[in-house]
């Protein structure tokens, strides 16, 4: 499976989106699960899915499934 539908189960799975949920456009707090506790689910997730480890200037500049989609192609995982 791609990078992209496997970054989007993440997000729908570890905010708890409903089904069809656009996350691609989806920013930090623009809705109410993404707050800060579901960052950190979502972090978390992101690192268990893609076999990655997140430094604190990655979690904190986490704002976006675009942003997540950038960090993870920059360290190395495959499209």
């Not at 708890?16 to 109410?32: H, M």
């Not at 950190?40 to 997140?54: K, N, P, R």
Request: no cysteine; hydrophobic share 45%; net charge negative.
């Amino acid at each position: 499976m791609p990078l992209t539908e496997r970054l989007r189960t993440v997000f729908a799975d570890a905010l708890q989106l409903p089904p069809g949920t656009d996350v691609d456009q989806l920013k930090y707090r623009d809705i109410e699960q993404w707050d800060s506790l579901g960052h950190m689910t979502l972090v978390a997730a992101i690192e268990d899915e893609f076999g990655v480890q997140l430094d604190t200037d990655q979690v904190i500049d986490l704002s976006s499934f675009k942003v997540a989609a950038d960090m993870l192609r920059d360290a190395g995982v495959d499209e």
